[in-house]
Nanobody, 126 residues
Framework: QVQLVESGGDLVQPGGSLRLSCAAS????????IGWFRQAPGKEREGVSC????????YHLDSVKGRFTISRDNAKNTVYLQMNSLKPEDTAVYYC???????????????????WGQGTQVTVSS
């Protein structure tokens, strides 16, 4: 049974930083892509960042480029989202998601993903 468990969400002031973690377990394959999505109240879920299973190829939403960095530690089966220079518009529930893939690239589209975590709240406010 695949499980994805997010942690690291918190209340932070504008300009601050947070690191989200997504711990994965239960995969029968070593090859899976991981993505981070977010959903703010009244808005659709959007893909923020993702990392492929091979070579660590990454994707970042334009509005977070230069501020957010996704990385993975395969030995710990954990993916991280380092978020710097946070803005109030980054406030949302952040979800990690996964799908089995041997591809080089990852997808920023939610319906590509088969497994989802429960979400962690990130609030950016003074």
């Amino acid at each position: 049974q695949v499980q994805l468990v997010e942690s690291g969400g918190d209340l932070v002031q504008p300009g601050g930083s947070l690191r989200l973690s997504c711990a994965a377990s239960g995969f029968t394959s070593d090859y899976y892509a991981i993505g981070w999505f977010r959903q703010a109240p009244g808005k659709e879920r959007e893909g923020v960042s993702c990392i492929g299973s091979r070579y660590g190829t990454t994707y970042h939403l334009d509005s977070v480029k230069g501020r957010f960095t996704i990385s993975r530690d395969n030995a710990k089966n954990t993916v991280y989202l380092q978020m710097n220079s946070l803005k109030p518009e980054d406030t949302a529930v952040y979800y990690c998601a996964a799908y089995v893939s041997r591809g080089v690239y990852c997808s920023g589209v939610a319906n590509q993903y088969d497994y989802w975590g429960q979400g962690t709240q990130v609030t950016v406010s003074s």
